[in-house]
């Protein structure tokens, strides 16, 4: 926790769930990744935190965006960033929201199909596409693998498709899953890319860009490689399938940018057991669940470091669980967290590294409960 987000909690009476976010830790993490990839321009992954003050200062640090949607694009416009710094990076829009980006002034569009190439062929003639291609997302704690990209075969006649239908036939993009913790994982994916790029150039078509996507961790339980090693990693794989022909490089960190940078403060509503019996297990209860924020909990596969002013003291297995009337709302129960015996109802917890996919995740109102606040500092 930076001490920035002590004071402020310090200085805070505890209502309900709160994340606050540092950005000065934001500022660092992008000068990481600008100093580990030199040559490659940072496309911010939007959908990870879309606050405002983020927003406005990566637009300052001259970031570029990755966005899922119109609303998305007007929040980046609004901060500060020019339609060229966007990128419409969800491979599936409405044809009119296509349209929409592209009388904004964004003139970039991934795609995964011929279909989708139709689509902008139509509503944003001559821009520029690029393919996204499959990634199993092995290694990866949250994959983005299935619903988007094609096979890198078909990756070349969706670009061919979409060079015939007036597009730019711009690039190669993929994603090695969320939360990737293996810096080898680019080198595949780049086999991949630079294998379409060679296909592409004897059919005419000349590729200029590959997205390396995002899937740079954040510190959670687990040790993770630095930046450093991710940058060095991908460096050597693009030389070793590009060679001395180094493509124009993207990346769309969003976890890696943000996830650090917060830390949720919770409250302990209820602490029970399901029967008498001296080894049942305890049920932790929060203030905050699965609809309040921590949706990547789901199938338990983000396990976030919770501190309590309790550590140190002997710890028992709990089942961790959130406040509302969904059974569906439990965090941790596969593989039960580890908490202080002395914990009790009432207790604030620390929910740290969530600054990433916690906001927007959160519903608004589901039994009652508002969206999870949040505070930047
Ligand atoms: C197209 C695209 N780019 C980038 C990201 C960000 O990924 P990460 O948070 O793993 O960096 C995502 C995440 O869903 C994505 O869908």
Request: with cysteine.
């Amino acid at each position: 926790m930076t001490d920035r987000i002590k004071n402020f909690l310090a200085s805070r009476r505890h209502e309900g769930p709160i994340l606050v976010v540092d950005l000065d830790v934001v500022r660092e993490n992008y000068g990481a990744f600008a100093k580990a990839l030199p040559d490659t321009r940072v496309f911010y992954a939007v959908k990870a935190n879309p606050q405002p003050e983020v927003l406005r200062l990566l637009a300052d640090l001259g970031s570029c965006f990755d966005c899922a949607s119109v609303a998305e694009i007007r929040q980046v416009l609004s901060a500060g960033a020019t339609a060229d710094r966007i990128s419409f990076g969800n491979t599936i829009k409405k044809e009119r929201d296509v349209a929409e980006a592209y009388r904004l002034g964004v003139d970039l569009f991934a795609v995964d199909c011929r279909e989708e190439v139709e689509k902008i062929s139509r509503a944003a003639p001559g821009a520029r596409v690029f393919c996204r291609i499959l990634c199993d997302g092995a290694g990866a704690e949250w994959p983005l693998s299935r619903k988007f990209g094609c096979v890198p075969e078909m990756a070349v006649d969706v670009l061919e498709h979409a060079h015939r239908l007036g597009l730019t036939a711009h690039g190669v993009s993929f994603h090695v899953g969320s939360q990737q913790r293996d810096p080898a994982m680019w080198d595949g994916a780049l086999a991949s890319a630079s294998a379409i790029f060679r296909e592409c150039a004897e059919r005419g078509i000349h590729l200029a860009m590959v997205n390396l996507g995002g899937g740079f961790p954040t510190r959670y339980l687990k040790e993770i490689p630095g930046v450093k090693s991710y940058g060095a990693a991908i460096f050597e794989a693009l030389r070793k399938h590009f060679g001395n022909r180094l493509p124009e490089t993207i990346i769309e960190p969003g976890r890696g940018m943000v996830g650090n940078a917060g830390m949720i403060q919770a409250e302990v509503v209820l602490i029970s057991k399901k029967s008498d019996a001296v080894d049942e297990t305890r049920w932790v209860y929060l203030d905050i669940g699965k609809f309040g924020g921590l949706a990547e909990t789901m199938d338990e596969a983000i396990r976030y470091p919770i501190r309590t002013a309790h550590d140190g003291a002997e710890k028992v297995p709990c089942v961790l669980a959130g406040p509302t009337c969904d059974s569906a709302d439990v965090l941790y129960e596969k593989e039960p967290y580890l908490l202080p015996v002395s914990l009790e109802i009432g207790d604030l917890v620390l929910i740290e590294a969530t600054g990433a996919y916690t906001t927007t995740y959160s519903a608004a109102g589901f039994n009652g409960f508002p969206p999870l606040e949040t505070v930047v500092i």
